[in-house]
């Protein structure tokens, strides 16, 4: 698959880090809501597809103002 083009990065970002955080998060917040049993896996996808659902607009807005706050509180690399 060749790269994509650069304009795409932001939506790119925002799938993919909504996606783990949700895939996580989800699985997470299920085992200890509910444990580990026979349907756990059912259970944890359904929380999983409704968390990316929210999760990935959510991303898409918030991901460039948690850049430009991150830039304003980190220091560049010298040279």
């Known amino acids: 698959m060749p ?3 650069p304009r795409l990065y932001t939506l ?10 949700s895939l996580l ?4 917040i299920t ?3 509910t444990g580990l049993d026979a349907g756990f896996a059912l259970r944890w996808l359904r929380a999983f597809v409704v ?3 929210v999760a ?10 948690a850049h430009r ?8 690399a010298e040279p």
């Not at 998060?25 to 997470?28: E, K, N, R």
């Not at 898409?60 to 103002?65: D, F, K, M, R, T």
């Open 56 to 65: 990935f607009p959510l991303v898409s807005v918030i991901a460039p103002l």
């Open 25 to 28: 998060m989800s699985g997470i």
């Open 3 to 5: 790269p994509l083009p």
């Open 12 to 21: 790119v970002f925002a799938l993919i880090m909504s996606c783990m955080m």
């Open 31 to 33: 085992w200890i809501n």
């Open 51 to 53: 968390a990316w659902a």
């Open 69 to 76: 706050l991150t830039r304003r509180l980190v220091r560049p």
